[in-house]
């Protein structure tokens, strides 16, 4: 309860921070609204061209993409800077979080907002709502349980796999190009249904880096698509578990790259 | 207070590869370079000791410092603050300690300096009434409240490094490390800042390690100084007995009426002679400055006379250049 009421308080420093700066705070926010748009309508002239693409309609090509946005927000809004650690480690400012007597991570994790995470959620929860009205999809109270639940563990999936490629800048001092592959794949899974793609793909987003967890396999799930995806279509229903892994071998590394920092000191 | 023994910290450095792949053949088969950093290092810090930790570029200061702060794990011997080993009780330790490092803020960049402190007081669970205290403490003698309102990244070097001071010792620290606090500041606010060290340390027993380059430091705060190189300690005494160990010798100026020729005088050397000026070099064991004025003067009519101590910059030059064997001075 402590940790969370000093990292509340390091965010709120954070956002003042931020707020010195106004009008990188809106053009922030705009710019990922637009790039989101881009991204929606070249989708839309894709699947109008072929109007169905691997048995996915244009409304669940939508879904699709907004849920990932959706998920993805939370990780910009508060985890995005997973991918400043080199800088940390590089510039020896990572030493100032040993020198407090609180947890270090907190420290790390406290350090920086990014609002156009906001700019994500706008667009996030727009295309969810549309596609939903379009789909005609009539949830109750379970489906809409597990629309949150899969939300979150989408963001957890994403923050664990940006915690464990941090972590390991400990050993490389440089992660960004591991960033990099990460950015890619997240790009090809958040826009199309990974199915139509071919099986080493579907091995690599599933098991190696899931990043397939964020969006795809929690919307065949919602979308009634799980006998589509055949003997694939079970792990609809793991994202939490995946989720809750993940962010166990985060910890275990990142423990373990402390460690390591104490010992060296870079 | 501070208790150091046999302490040694040994880093392993990658050996690059050169050529094809280089890179990745790194990652696979390392070759590695040990350097040792710090060298079975062993000395005290009693409570109340303002102690300057010299010693070149390179030498294992920071090293040193980091592991009593408990950012680094020694590699072998023993170290103790205040009773806490700091890196087997980071926590416990950083509760009792106080850190400045001259070239890294540890303030907030871009907020006022009393946003930073107040989050502060947060962290290290300061009490109202300590913080209310502390803080007149620090506009009276940091005159806190003539920038409080400013934030960091607009504040000159010198008013950064007395932020950075109030940010650690309001908790009340038994012991402060700074790690070259007077770095690039001017010599006003130089005098300030350490007219403040002098004073929490005397008003509130606070210990005090400090590194610096600038010697006026050591001989203004310190009561003792700790030389290394090589990560070696290889002086540790006061201020004086470095000056009677290594700067026996004085050097007396004198200004005669008129030039006259290079002329000699008993128990004296002279090292220099330029017009009407003449320097010569005594042992202050040997001869004293008003005998040598005495016999000078009868001789020649005396217009002006200094008499020149060893600067303790060079003093400590010619320890470094190896006449400091280990020399233990206690």
Partial sequence: ??????????????????????????????????????NLTLIGILVNRFVHLNGWGLWEMVFLYSFWVMSHSLYSLLFWHFNTMEDHIVQGTFDQFLLRPIGTLVQFLGREIQYIGIGDVIVGATGLTLAYSHLHLDWGIYE????????????????????????????????????????????????????????????????????????YYPSLLLLGKTEQAGSWGWLGMMSPVVAVLLLGIALLVWNRALRRYSSTGS | MISVRHLTKEFKRVKRKEGFLSGVRNLFS????????????????????????????????????????????????HLEVNGIVPYK???????????VFGQKTQLWWDVPVIESLRLLKDIYKVSDRQYKRNLEIFNDLLELDTFCQTPVRQLSLGQRMRADLAAALQHDPKILFLDEP???????????????????????????????????????????MLIIDHGQVIYDGSVEQIRDTYGGSRTLVVELEEEVADFSVPRAELVKSEGRKKWFRFNRLEASPSDLITQIGGRYPIVDLTVEEPEIEQLVRSIYQGQGRRTEVM
């Fill in chain 1, 1 to 38: 309860m402590d940790t969370l009421r000093i990292y509340l308080k390091l965010i709120g420093i954070s956002m003042r921070s931020r707020l010195q700066y106004r009008a990188d705070f809106v053009t922030g926010i705009i710019s990922v609204i637009v790039l989101n748009a881009v």
């Fill in chain 1, 144 to 215: 809409y349980t597990w629309l949150v639940v899969s939300v979150l563990s989408g963001t957890l999936v994403e923050t664990a796999i940006a915690w464990i490629i941090s972590s390991l800048s400990f050993w490389t001092t440089r992660s960004m190009s591991a960033f990099f592959v990460m950015m890619r794949l997240n790009a090809l899974t958040q826009q199309y249904p990974i199915d139509i793609f071919g099986t080493w793909f579907r091995v690599v987003v599933t098991g190696l880096i899931p990043v397939a967890f964020i969006n």
């Fill in chain 2, 30 to 77: 390392a070759e590695y370079t040990i350097k040792r950093a710090v060298d079975d290092i062993s000395f005290e810090v009693r409570e109340g000791e303002i102690v300057g930790y010299i010693g070149p570029n390179g030498a294992g200061k920071s090293t040193s410092i980091k592991m009593l702060s408990g950012i680094l794990v020694p590699t072998s011997g």
């Fill in chain 2, 89 to 99: 009780d980071r926590k416990a330790n950083a509760r009792q300690i106080g850190a």
């Fill in chain 2, 182 to 224: 007077t770095i690039g500041v001017d010599i006003v606010a130089k005098e300030k800042l350490r007219t403040f060290i002098r004073e929490i340390n005397r008003e509130f027993k606070v210990t005090v390690l400090l590194t610096t380059h600038d010697m006026w430091d050591i001989e203004k705060l310190c009561s003792r």
